[in-house]
């Protein structure tokens, strides 16, 4: 996505919610990627069935922590490694998602003001 430099008008309202859509879009799929690669792999690696593989990845991906006692040396590194991307994920679609807001708050300040 391009931004406008800070010494160029601050973007109309409906140019800013586009780019919020926009990036509400791809923190969604970002956590939908993540939230299925953990339950294919709970589901596949720790033989949970669908529905608990889905609650332990979203436990998990949310950040509250395992649901389910893990019984193969697999699947406890499994949950180890899907638990610092987990962690990544969470940070990252965080961040995508506040960019615009931030970047337009930024500009705001940012913008030049008349001499009276």
Known sequence: MKYEHFTQPLAPR????????KSLGFAGVMIGVALALGVIGYHY???LPWVDAILESAMILGGMGPVA???SDTVKLFASFYALFS???L????SVFTVPWLHRLL???HLKV???
């Open 114 to 116: 008349p001499k009276e």
């Open 45 to 47: 690696l720790g033989a």
């Open 91 to 94: 940070l990252s679609s965080f």
């Open 69 to 71: 006692t893990m019984h």
């Open 87 to 89: 962690g990544f994920v």
């Open 107 to 109: 500009h705001h300040f």
């Open 14 to 21: 409906k140019i800013w919610r586009q780019r919020v859509i």
